[in-house]
């Protein structure tokens, strides 16, 4: 049962370590340089994914382990 726990803790921080280096790169800053406009409402939707994603794993992982 670790390993399943282990594989998604590593899917997770893999997700969130790419999101930061493609937000932080330098082709996407000078790509577009609108990115850095309503970053709040961007940084909001992309918390909710998160927070929404981990809500769903934990239950799945409560549930796995209570079986």
Not at 20 to 27: C, D, H, L, V
């Amino acid at each position: 049962m670790t390993f399943p726990i282990i594989l998604v803790i590593v899917v997770m921080v893999a997700g969130f370590a790419a999101t930061i280096a493609i937000g932080q790169s330098r082709a996407n800053k000078e790509g577009n340089p609108d990115y850095f406009r309503q970053t709040g409402k961007k940084w909001a939707n992309l918390s909710w994914i998160y927070v929404i994603c981990t809500i769903a794993i934990v239950a799945v992982l409560i549930y796995a382990l209570n079986r």
